[in-house]
């Protein structure tokens, strides 16, 4: 999976198409991500002896092929790509050519 935590991507498909936001979780084996602002989704959670029952809105994850990296210097959503430099694999931005590590 080319997309990591911490990444800023941008949504390409579903309700939340064009939101922009940072990815708070990964979740390779699923294939899926969390994204910061993005799916909210409501969870009414009971009372219990401490807390008080409330409604919360959550994110909920997002298959990775409906998120795509998104370049905040150039402001342009794009593909990763990996190259090799001094034995090192980095990742890089398809359209600008910038190194993302």
Do not use: W
């Amino acid at each position: 999976m080319k997309i990591r935590k911490n990444d800023t991507v941008m949504v390409i498909t579903g309700k939340d198409k064009g939101k922009h936001g940072k990815v708070l979780k990964t979740d390779p084996k699923k294939g899926t991500v969390i994204v910061e602002g993005v799916n909210i989704q409501t969870k009414h959670q009971k009372q219990t002896r401490k807390e008080r029952a409330e409604i919360k809105h959550q994110e909920g994850p997002i298959n990775v092929s409906n998120v795509m990296y998104y370049d905040t210097k150039s402001k342009v959503a794009t593909r990763i790509g990996y190259t090799y430099e001094n034995d090192r694999k980095l990742r890089v931005a398809k359209k600008t050519g910038s190194v993302i590590d």
